[in-house]
């Protein structure tokens, strides 16, 4: 059992329409991260949610941590292609420095 | 120094010979990962050393793989009697002892066993 579930898998819009994908997990954390990674590179942090119902913003991006803190979202509004990549989210584990990801949201966006 | 290097950030080899990756982390940072992405899959932790120690290890870290941080900066990850299972990405990660720290991820280096 994965312990961060990521929806969708794959997701392929086209520029300029809006989407949301969703990390759900039955437990509860201290903190949640947003991480893109580009093919052939490493994840880069977009975000850490911290707070149960805190939205955070990043230009065209919208975090938002769950109130119970099990689950997260990211939104993106005016998707564009540089937007492609894979969306994974990460926890730290209690007492463990180490990440678990989930098994991210491969997105393309079509010019 | 800008970020987390490592080298090569591509190697082929044949099932198996043995080979070894390297990791420079980011200067002053005194934690270091090593995780393995494999298709379809986010990144799956392997180690992790702060300063030269290494602290913890995970189940798929099998007694072929060995990982060393000798001085406490750059960190090698060897992988002996490669198998065509090992074919991956390794990513290497590194961040500073802080209350909410961030790591730091590098490139990767794609291994692809024959």
């Known amino acids: 059992t994965q312990l961060l579930e990521q929806s969708p898998q794959f997701l392929s819009i086209q520029e300029g329409e809006n989407l949301t994908v969703y990390c759900n997990s039955s437990?509860?954390?201290?903190?949640l991260q947003w991480y893109r990674q580009e093919p052939g590179e490493g994840p880069v942090l977009l975000v850490t949610?911290?707070?149960?119902?805190e939205v955070k913003k990043l230009k065209r991006l919208t975090f938002q941590f769950g109130d119970a803190r099990k689950d997260s979202s990211l939104h993106i509004t005016a998707a564009q292609p540089g937007d492609t990549g894979l969306y994974l989210c990460a926890v730290q584990g209690a007492g463990s420095y180490q990440l678990t990801f989930g098994k991210g949201t491969k997105l393309s966006v079509i010019p | 120094d800008t970020g987390v290097s490592q080298d090569p950030r591509h190697k082929i080899t044949k099932r198996g010979q043995n080979v070894t990756f390297r990791c420079d982390p980011i200067?002053?940072?005194?934690?270091l990962y090593w995780y393995r992405q494999t298709l379809g899959q986010g990144p799956e932790f392997l180690t992790y050393?702060?300063?030269?120690?290494?602290?913890?290890k995970s189940r798929l870290l099998s007694d072929r793989f060995s990982a060393e941080r000798p001085k406490g900066s750059f960190s090698t990850l060897e992988i002996q009697r490669t198998e065509q299972g090992d074919s991956a990405m390794y990513l290497c990660?590194?961040?500073?002892?802080?209350?909410?720290?961030?790591?730091?991820f590098g490139p990767g280096t794609r291994l692809l066993v024959l």
């Open positions: 437990s509860v954390f201290s903190s």
């Open positions: 949610v911290v707070t149960g119902g």
């Open positions: 200067s002053e940072h005194n934690r």
């Open positions: 050393f702060q300063n030269e120690a290494q602290l913890e």
């Open positions: 990660a590194s961040s500073l002892l802080t209350p909410r720290e961030t790591q730091y």
